[in-house]
C-alpha cells in the first residue's frame, strides 16, 4: 500500500525558508518520479516541482523558480522541498504525489504571514 507522510510546514514569516519533507513507503521509491503540489484556497491544485526518479532531472514551477528546490534520498526514501524567500502567496496546502501510481499524500500546511 503506498503511503506518502509529508511533515515541515507550519507558520513562517515572508522571506523565511521552511523544508518539507515526503516519506515513503509501500512501494519502491527508487522507480517513481516524485512531484510536489499546492493548492492555496479558492485555487486550483498546482505543480510545484517535480523530480525524476534517478533524481537527476527536476523542473519547478515559473512562480518559484530560483527561490524553491525539490531533491530526493532513494536510500531513505524520501522526497524534500526547500523553499526559500517566502512570499504569503506561497501560502497553501503542499502536497506530495508518487507519479507512478497516481498517490497522493495527506498534504500539510505551510502559511507564510508577518
Known amino acids: 500500500q503506498v503511503q506518502l507522510v509529508e511533515s515541515g510546514g507550519g507558520l513562517v514569516q515572508p522571506g523565511g525558508s521552511l523544508r518539507l519533507s515526503c516519506a515513503a513507503s509501500?512501494?519502491?521509491?527508487?522507480?517513481?518520479?516524485m512531484s510536489w503540489y499546492r493548492q492555496a484556497p479558492g485555487k486550483e491544485r498546482e505543480l510545484v516541482a517535480s523530480?525524476?526518479?534517478?533524481?537527476?532531472?527536476?523542473n519547478v514551477a515559473d512562480s518559484v523558480k530560483g527561490r524553491f528546490t525539490i531533491s530526493r534520498d532513494n536510500g531513505k526514501n524520501t522526497v524534500y522541498l526547500q523553499m526559500n524567500s517566502l512570499k504569503p502567496e506561497d501560502t497553501a496546502v503542499y502536497y506530495c504525489?508518487?507519479?507512478?501510481?497516481?498517490?497522493w499524500g495527506q498534504g500539510i500546511q505551510v502559511t507564510v504571514s508577518s
Open positions: 504525489f508518487a507519479t507512478r501510481f497516481g498517490s
Open positions: 509501500g512501494f519502491t521509491f527508487s522507480r517513481s518520479p
Open positions: 523530480i525524476a526518479s534517478t533524481g537527476d532531472i527536476t
